[in-house]
T-cell receptor, first 114, second 110 residues
Framework: SAVISQKPSRDICQRGTSLTIQCQVD?????MFWYRQQPGQSLTLIAT?????????ESGFVIDKFPISRPNLTFSTLTVSNMSPEDSSIYLC???????????FGSGTRLTVV | QKEVEQNSGPLSVPEGAIASLNCTYS??????FFWYRQYSGKSPELIMS????GDQEDGRFTAQLNKASQYVSLLIRDSQPSDSATYLC??????????FGPGTRLSVLP
């Protein structure tokens, strides 16, 4: 299965600022997925990032708040913009396993907004 | 509305016992079913997948699927303290993204 490098692993940010999270995959993948996991909660899909097209956002998530880039088939970024304490969460990128169905997740970014 | 439900737990079992984790889903179009294990502070890792009714075994893990009852379970035999984690059930409808359940926290007591 794919190996995903995600960074930063954690950060503490001031409210009103932005943070960009990067995910690098060791193989080419069509779609990359960005999830949020709030404390004690399950995974919520933010958006699906396809190379060469705009990301598809789930209900409750908008591009202005969570802009996503997907410049090639191995890399994607998620920016959390104009952060508030409510954005404190773990953010995870993932890819589909392809021949091995099921998602592989990056190591996650633990974001704390103060 | 697509929903996946799990008991949040914690489910406590003694070491060496069988841990039984349950999951129900609402969409009869669901075709693929997955169990993920998530240790505290870590990202989820896939441990089992199942696609057809019946049992799927891998080592100490057995996934069971009953589509008529819209029910999928995970059995962990000979539970070890290292199995203590949150277990997430995920369901996929063909062509669509995964829907994750809220997770069940398992505690295996030495």
């Amino acid at each position: 299965s794919a190996v995903i490098s995600q960074k930063p692993s954690r950060d503490i940010c001031q409210r009103g600022t932005s943070l960009t999270i990067q995910c690098q995959v060791d193989s080419q993948v069509t779609m990359m997925f960005w999830y949020r996991q709030q404390p004690g909660q399950s995974l919520t899909l933010i958006a699906t990032a396809n190379q060469g097209s705009e990301a598809t956002y789930e209900s409750g998530f908008v591009i202005d708040k969570f802009p996503i880039s997907r410049p090639n088939l191995t890399f994607s970024t998620l920016t959390v913009s104009n952060m508030s304490p409510e954005d404190s969460s773990i953010y995870l990128c993932s890819v589909d396993g392809g021949a091995n169905p099921g998602y592989t997740f990056g190591s996650g970014t633990r974001l704390t907004v103060v | 509305q697509k929903e996946v439900e799990q008991n949040s737990g914690p489910l406590s079992v003694p070491e060496g016992a069988i841990a039984s984790l349950n999951c129900t889903y609402s969409d009869r179009g669901s075709q693929s079913f997955f169990w993920y294990r998530q240790y505290s502070g870590k990202s989820p890792e896939l441990i089992m997948s199942i696609y057809s009714n019946g049992d799927q075994e891998d080592g100490r893990f057995t996934a069971q699927l009953n589509k008529a009852s819209q029910y999928v379970s995970l059995l962990i035999r000979d539970s070890q303290p290292s199995d203590s984690a949150t277990y997430l059930c995920a369901v996929r409808i063909r062509g669509q993204n995964f829907v994750f359940g809220p997770g069940t926290r398992l505690s295996v007591l030495p």
